[in-house]
């Protein structure tokens, strides 16, 4: 499965379900365990249930298995794993909390990498 066609496939079933604020985050050159990350934000924990149960529905579409679905309980933040995309779904708060776009955004990534060692001589 293309993955652009599955991202586009998702983020056209959550924009139908009227999911806010839908991205994406190319993690292809800064990540091993993901080529994407899709983020949405739902206005109640019902709604962010229903865009999780939307984004599964899609999944099963497609032939692409779920490896794994968290926090559904509570539906401030559902994480469904689906391989090379992982979904992030988000009541508006707890995504401005985490703010996965900053910490993910390729600036960020560039300031985690290790600085080169400076010899500092004695003096």
């Known amino acids: 499965m293309d993955n652009e066609r599955f991202l586009d496939a998702l983020k056209q079933a959550l924009d139908q379900k009227k999911g806010e604020d839908i991205q994406v985050i190319d993690l292809r050159n800064r990540a091993m365990f993901a080529d994407f990350f899709l983020?949405?934000?739902?206005t109640s924990r019902t709604h962010v249930a229903a865009l999780a149960?939307?984004?599964d529905r899609i999944a099963t579409v497609h032939q692409v298995h779920v490896l794994g679905t968290e926090g559904l309980s509570e539906a401030s933040w559902v994480l469904l794993d689906l391989g090379d995309v992982v979904v992030h779904l988000f009541?508006?708060?707890?995504r401005a909390f985490f703010n996965l776009e900053k910490l993910w955004s390729p600036r960020t990534m560039m300031l985690t990498h290790p600085?080169?060692?400076?010899?500092?001589g004695e003096g």
């Open 39 to 42: 983020l949405a934000t739902g």
């Open 115 to 120: 600085m080169p060692s400076i010899e500092v």
């Open 91 to 94: 009541q508006r708060q707890t």
């Open 53 to 55: 149960q939307e984004v």
